[in-house]
């Protein structure tokens, strides 16, 4: 009998676009506002394009996971970001090979 899966509280934030001044302090400062804790970050500029993925504890966050994605993603297409937010779980099933 396989026991049942406990539920991650961990969603994947993908940020894509220009590379500007201020872009991971933006990000950063609005995860902070709503108590989102960020697990690990990797970011990276080719060839003048920026891209970084976070993976962070939603547990704590004031703020359910649509309202935070939707926030961020409004907020990014102002600066000329994409962004986008999954919980791990969509993630990781979209990524399966």
Known sequence: MALPREESNRAIITVLGR????????VTGRLAEYS?????????IVSGFFTMIMVVDINPTNLE?????????DEGKEKGLQVKVQHEDIFAFMHRI
Do not use: K
């Open 65 to 73: 996971l649509v309202a935070l994605s939707r926030m961020l993603e």
């Open 19 to 26: 590379d500007q001044i201020g872009i991971i302090a933006w």
């Open 36 to 44: 989102v804790n960020i697990l690990d970050i990797s970011q990276t």
